[in-house]
């Protein structure tokens, strides 16, 4: 099979630092003599060169879909690359003491692509996930589902941010309100802004976000000193929806204007 | 130059290119320190560092497969996966003040270093 060699090389030899590098003993495929040899590791490819000083690899050996194993050898501190497969051949290599060994062992099983794509998937789902826990918000209207939220992510924040206030039952946490259109201002009552009365029957409030711990080490969510009483909280939310009922309706006439 | 149809296949870095009727490659290119170029409509090619004008190119069936290839070999080099581990390493620990890393027991491993000096 034919290979970029060429580029093999020049990834093998160029300036750019090795993963780790070292002499092995390597036992020959037909013989079972060991050549000592210098050993280069970069990416998933493990370079071995006749010297440490020439100027190409004598060969590689690419670390997919391999075990690194211990293995019982006449020489101490060996170990073996084994790949699947009736054709693949087992490299035996052995190293200078036991320390040499295990660290080689530790870093040709780490080495492979796949390792660290799976390591990688795990960061970027762990960064997603804080992303949108995060009350900072900035990843939260990201999956946002449904053409428009009713409520501007600025008020999300804001009602994350709230640290529990005492007794407080799940209706007043202003539920209802903003799923109308803003119709007669509600007063704030004693019992926070409840979103029921003038209509009838209360609508079930929706359930309570998850109380989220506030992480040390100066994330976003540090809670205020001071914690504001629900009055205040539904004067914003008035605020807000009123202000996002406007640009709604802005929005809406504008589009009506430019249809044909 | 001739065309040849081609079965290609992207695996870990490496591009490998069959025969279409046939099992076993003919041929891999490894895809590090490479550059994926955008050629004209359909067409991509690849080159590499220490030999910029040779380039192997490459024709496809419609211009969105295209651009469906140039992104994949783009992010394909193992060199790609390590900036992207250490970018997203530095994400969490600034966001959280711990190096992800550690519950893998590799966070000392050299080839993850921030800043480390990488072409």
Redesign the interface.
């Known amino acids: ?4 060699e ?3 090389a ?2 093998a030899t ?4 090795a ?1 780790k590098s070292g002499f092995l003993y390597k036992r020959g495929e037909r013989h079972t003599a060991y050549h000592r040899r210098w050993f280069v590791l970069k ?3 493990l370079f071995y060169f006749e010297e440490r000083d020439s100027r190409e690899p004598v060969g590689v050996i ?1 670390l ?1 879909g391999c075990n690194v194993e211990l293995c019982d050898s006449a020489e101490s501190f060996a170990f073996a690359i084994r790949f699947g497969g009736s054709k693949s051949r087992t490299y035996v290599l052995a190293a200078d003491s036991q320390a040499a060994m295990e660290s080689w062992v530790k ?1 040709l099983s ?1 080495a ?3 390792y ?2 799976l ?2 998937r ?3 789902k ?2 997603q996930e ?1 992303s949108r826990g ?1 009350p900072g918000g900035c990843g939260g209207s990201q999956d946002a589902p449904g053409p428009w939220k009713p409520m501007p992510p600025g008020l999300e924040q804001c009602r994350e941010r709230l640290p529990a206030l005492p007794a407080v039952p799940p209706k007043e946490n202003g539920c209802a309100v903003w799923n109308n259109v803003p119709g007669p201002e509600r007063p704030p009552d004693t019992s926070g802004c409840g979103g029921h009365d003038e209509e009838g029957a209360p609508r079930p409030p929706p359930p309570l976000p998850p109380r989220r711990r506030v ?3 100066g ?1 976003a969510s540090a809670g205020p000193a001071v914690a504001p009483s629900p009055s205040t909280f539904c004067r914003l939310h008035e605020q807000y929806s009123r202000e996002v009922a406007r640009l709604r309706q802005d929005w809406q006439q504008k589009r009506r204007g430019s249809q044909p | 130059a001739v065309l040849k149809k081609r079965l290609v296949k992207l695996v ?3 591009l490998f290119y069959f025969r279409t009727d046939e099992a ?7 895809l ?3 550059k994926i170029t955008k050629e004209e409509e359909n067409v991509f090619s690849i080159s ?4 910029p004008e040779r380039k192997y190119c490459f024709e496809c069936a419609t211009e969105e497969q295209c651009q469906e290839w140039v992104e994949a070999l783009r992010r394909a080099s ?2 790609f ?2 900036r ?2 250490i970018f ?2 530095n ?2 620990q600034k ?3 711990k190096d ?2 550690e519950q ?1 027991g ?1 966070s000392e ?3 993850f270093q921030l800043g ?4």
Do not use: W
């Not at chain 1, 099979?1 to 970029?4: C, D, G, T, Y």
């Not at chain 1, 160029?14 to 630092?17: A, I």
């Open positions: 099979m034919k290979l970029n060429r580029s093999l020049f990834y160029c300036d750019s630092p993963d990416g998933n490819m690419v997919e870093s780490r492979s692509f796949d660290m794509r390591v990688v795990e960061l970027e762990q960064l804080m995060l992480s040390n080490g994330t | 870990v870095n490496f076993e490659p003919i041929g891999a290119l490894l590090e320190h490479c590499f560092i220490e030999e193992y060199e996966l390590r992207s581990l997203y390493r994400e969490i966001m959280t003040g992800p890393l893998y590799i491993e050299a080839r480390a000096h990488r072409q």
